[in-house]
């Protein structure tokens, strides 16, 4: 059965950094895509950023980019996300995805239960 | 970046009903288009992927259809459990999700 569990959010100040973790259970991790969305309160669904199973694709979406790195360690079944010059548009819940299909990236048929990121001094 | 439209905001209807949500993407996806629902304080669930695709476990009463730029979710009769937001999301360029649609009753 598959299970995201993410861990790393918190309360930090603007400009500060946090890293984010999520942990996967119940499937062949380095066989698929993973993902960061995120919800701010209240708001709907935002995509962070993507990684290939190899790692070898990362993408990010404008809002995040040059600010966020995606990683992965597939030795411990992770994802990570290296959030740097935090602001409050980064405020949300978290949610670390799972592609739904072996190889390829497009629908998200696990999520994590979110980790909230609040940014506020 | 593609933009996803969906309509209406809010869907009123009574359990029984048939609900039709619309999601119109700016250029096309061709058929790289998923539906989630999600329950207040809960995390969004997959119910269709590649436009018509039932994920595992979603009942026969959501369908989906469309192509390029339009799209629909179907839900043929509605049960008191489906009342909650509803997003479409492509996968066509980069990732984009639409604003959301309430089913209330």
């Known amino acids: 059965q598959v299970h995201l569990v993410e861990s790393g959010g918190g309360l930090v100040k603007p400009g500060g950094s946090l890293r984010l973790s999520c942990a996967a259970f119940g499937f062949t991790f380095s066989d698929y895509y993973m993902s960061w969305i995120r919800q701010a309160p209240g708001k709907g669904l935002e995509p962070v950023a993507y990684i290939s199973g190899s790692s070898r694709y990362r993408s990010y979406a404008d809002s995040v980019r040059g600010r966020f790195t995606i990683s992965r360690d597939n030795a411990r079944n992770s994802v990570f996300l290296q959030m740097n010059s935090l602001s409050a548009d980064d405020t949300s819940v978290y949610y670390c995805?799972?592609?739904?299909?072996?190889?390829?990236?497009?629908?998200?048929?696990?999520w994590g239960q979110g980790t909230l990121v609040t940014v506020s001094s | 970046e593609i933009v996803l439209t969906q309509s209406p905001a809010t869907l009123s209807l009574f359990p029984g009903e048939r609900a039709t949500l619309s999601c119109r993407a700016s250029?096309?996806?061709?058929?790289?288009l998923a539906w989630y629902q999600q329950k207040p304080g809960q995390v969004p669930r997959l119910l269709i992927y590649d436009t018509s695709n039932r994920a595992t476990g979603i009942p026969a009463r959501f369908s989906g259809s469309g192509s390029g730029t339009d799209f629909t979710l179907t839900i043929s009769s509605l049960e008191p459990e489906d009342f909650a937001v509803y997003y479409c999301q492509q996968r066509s360029n980069w990732l984009t999700f639409g604003g959301g649609t309430k089913v209330e009753i």
């Open positions: 995805v799972k592609d739904i299909a072996v190889g390829s990236l497009g629908a998200f048929d696990s």
């Open positions: 250029q096309s996806v061709s058929r790289y």
